[in-house]
């Protein structure tokens, strides 16, 4: 149940990051290069940090 949840904590954070890359090139009509690597790792960070909460 543990490694569920944590996947989709993950999923979740990815979703966000592209839906934010998204947002920001239509809406200033260029794409936040720097952020590209971030929308690629944090999610893994965030899953990690989440599943060493319990163990």
């Known amino acids: 149940m543990l490694n569920v ?3 989709l904590i993950g999923l979740a954070t990815l979703v ?26 944090v999610p893994v960070i965030v899953a990690v940090a989440f599943r060493n909460c319990w163990d």
């Open 16 to 41: 966000l990051g592209v839906g934010w890359l998204i947002y920001t090139w239509i809406v200033h009509l260029e794409i936040p290069y720097f952020a590209i690597p971030l929308v690629l790792t």
């Open 5 to 7: 949840l944590t996947a």
